[in-house]
């Protein structure tokens, strides 16, 4: 198992940046692909960023302004966002999954993020 603690929300102005991160506690997080998700008010949750054995993958809407990387030697993954907008306002997770036999998830408790003036 592993838990997951995400840190780095805030209120930033529109064209402005911010860097979430996620640390991980438990045992071998180099072996757990890791996402960060996000869900706006009255939304679904999303998928907004993935990394998995070095590939990233990202949401058309955040392309070329969010970069998801990690860091294993501190158990930690981080999710850089700039040119910040209003839309993407919305609570952001952390999500480390791995598949065996099943897909097996795990998921921070969230940090807030608001994009306004």
């Known amino acids: 198992q592993v838990q997951l603690v995400e840190s780095g929300g805030g209120l930033v102005q529109p064209g402005g940046s911010l860097r979430l991160s996620c640390a991980a506690s438990g045992s071998r997080f180099s072996i757990y692909a890791m996402a960060w998700y996000r869900q706006a008010p009255g939304a679904q949750r999303e998928l907004v960023a993935y990394i998995n054995n070095g590939r990233t993958n990202y949401v058309d809407s955040v392309k070329g302004r969010f970069t998801i990387s990690r860091d294993n030697a501190k158990n930690t993954v981080y999710l850089q966002m700039n040119s910040l907008k209003p839309e993407d306002t919305a609570v952001y997770y952390c999500?480390?999954?791995?598949?065996?036999?099943?897909?097996?998830?795990?998921w921070g408790q969230g940090t807030q993020v608001t994009v306004s003036s």
């Open positions: 999500n480390a999954y791995l598949v065996v036999d099943k897909r097996y998830d795990y």
